[in-house]
T-cell receptor, first 115, second 113 residues
Framework: GAGVSQSPSNKVTEKGKDVELRCDPI?????LYWYRQSLGQGLEFLIY????????KSGLPSDRFSAERTGGSVSTLTIQRTQQEDSAVYLC?????????????FGPGTRLTVT | KQEVTQIPAALSVPEGENLVLNCSFT??????LQWFRQDPGKGLTSLLL?????REQTSGRLNASLDKSSGRSTLYIAASQPGDSATYLC????????????FGQGTRLTINP
């Protein structure tokens, strides 16, 4: 079946512009996660959605970052007023449920370059 | 705070050898541990998931073990092949706090033909 998909695969933007990154989770998966992978920082958690519960935003690095999940499916990560330090690969993952036992499946990522 | 360490950072071995990748974590209160591979410019592919109550999991030539009390996991790759060349990441899911994975920095593996 279809895995997690993300778009765009690559995005180059100028400093100060806003960007939107999209994630389509595996159908039927109720939990959705965003992570960021940057050189020297490894993979960092950003935000977690589980069903209709309030999202866990504890990993968002600043208030320029926000995310939403519409209809319990597609999610959009928005970065406002991008900075060069936002350059990274943004990875989305989904799992059947957000509870303890469930495996997370990752998308191919969006490579963001801020010039 | 949970910290995950992978040693070595890079490993290069001839084709056909058996090898072990190491992962250690500081907080033993985990739900599970997951091993991934990442090919250059690609996302993460899940290899094995070990629940906290399990000692090991096997998939083909891969075997992952978990010793929760000592905070260690190993990924054993038998009869390595050039196609195994990738970065291998381990990640743990903590019991406390956010429902997130905490990742190690990865081991970059090269299998030489």
């Amino acid at each position: 079946g279809a895995g997690v998909s993300q778009s765009p695969s690559n995005k180059v933007t100028e400093k100060g512009k806003d960007v939107e990154l999209r994630c389509d989770p595996i159908s039927g998966h109720t939990a959705l996660y965003w992570y960021r992978q940057s050189l020297g920082q490894g993979l960092e958690f950003l935000i977690y959605f589980q069903g209709n519960s309030a999202p866990d935003k504890s990993g968002l690095p600043s208030d320029r970052f926000s995310a939403e999940r519409t209809g319990g499916s597609v999610s959009t990560l928005t970065i406002q007023r991008t900075q060069q330090e936002d350059s990274a690969v943004y990875l989305c993952a989904s799992s059947l449920y957000g509870g303890d036992s469930y495996e997370q499946y990752f998308g191919p990522g969006t490579r963001l370059t801020v010039t | 705070k949970q910290e995950v360490t992978q040693i070595p950072a890079a490993l290069s071995v001839p084709e056909g050898e058996n090898l072990v990748l190491n992962c250690s974590f500081t907080d033993s209160a985990i739900y599970n541990l997951q091993w991934f591979r990442q090919d250059p410019g690609k996302g993460l592919t899940s290899l094995l998931l070990i629940q906290s109550s399990q000692r090991e999991q096997t998939s083909g030539r891969l075997n992952a073990s978990l010793d929760k009390s000592s905070g260690r996991s190993t990924l054993y790759i038998a009869a390595s092949q050039p196609g195994d060349s990738a970065t291998y990441l381990c990640a743990v899911k903590r019991i406390q706090g956010a429902q997130k994975l905490v990742f190690g920095q990865g081991t970059r593996l090269t299998i030489n033909p």
